[in-house]
């Protein structure tokens, strides 16, 4: 079994992972990227970066929209540097709630523009997921090892990874395993703080028909377009890790793609299912832990969102650089401190 040292070992390929492996390699790190290659919840995601209307749905106050807004901001920097191309079309928000909505976005602060029964939000883009995923892991080249982490336990140096494929030693070790269960060999309390993030399950659907050209929100879901047709979602089932599609969800989210097209429910939809993570305030779980280990854990929905905001902050945190503005509110100690 051939060993492999680095700099820097990320373990997990979701959003988080490759984020933070992108901005590390940017900085002139030798960092490697440990993952079995299979779909992941990032995978089965519409790529919405969409600011004001996931504060909006989530009943943000001004401070948490202020961090979603500086997180969408980093994504043309990191868009640029990763190859990665974002649809700059803005989202629109459709129902007869619309006024509410707009008079909600502007005292949050957002830019919008509301037309009767439509909010359009300029800030709020998209990027195609499995595209993006596919670009990020390409730009790693033989720095991605297709393998599965099997544990970890300190080394001399930092910190061993055994892997279905080899052994791989580095300085710094950093956890994006998403929603699975922490690994063994991990520090107790960092089991313990993985342990606690809350599984949440969730299906969309895929369908070969055009039904939009621009990012549709709504009460009940969303419409996106995709590469081969159109996505529809999506359901959050907290407490979950089934991934089978509900056939009720389903039935309920082909009613709100033909009621935010205007066209007929589509009869042939092909569902996935996916497990996210989430901590009890909806934030990630981002950098340090202690002894050269590092979290990239648990963006609730909003991991294509704040993907960059996680790895500069994660990046920041190795470095040992002074914290940014918003590294406190995702800091993975802060519900152990005090007040917290």
Known sequence: ???ISCDIVVIGAGVLGLSAAAELTSRGHDVRVVDPGRPNASSVAAGMIAPAFESQLDGADAARAALLRHAAGLWPAFAGQSGLVLDRTPAEWRGADAKAVAETLTGLGFSVQA???VVRA???VRIDAETALVILRSGLGAAFVVAEARSVDRAPEGWRVETTASRVEARQLIIATGAAAA???LPEAVTDIINRI???AGQ???IEASLTDRVVRGVGGYLTPAPAGSLIGATMVHGSRETASDPAASARLAEVAARLSGLAAPETIE???GVRGATADGLPLAGPVGGGLHLALAPRRNGWLLGPLVGRIVADG???RPRGPYAAALDPLRFSLPGG
């Open 183 to 185: 690994l063994a060999g």
């Open 115 to 117: 037309d009767g029964d």
């Open 1 to 3: 079994m051939a060993d």
């Open 204 to 206: 969309i659907g895929r």
């Open 122 to 124: 300029e800030g709020d």
């Open 271 to 273: 569902w996935r299912g």
């Open 318 to 320: 190795i470095e040992r």
């Open 198 to 200: 809350e599984p949440i």
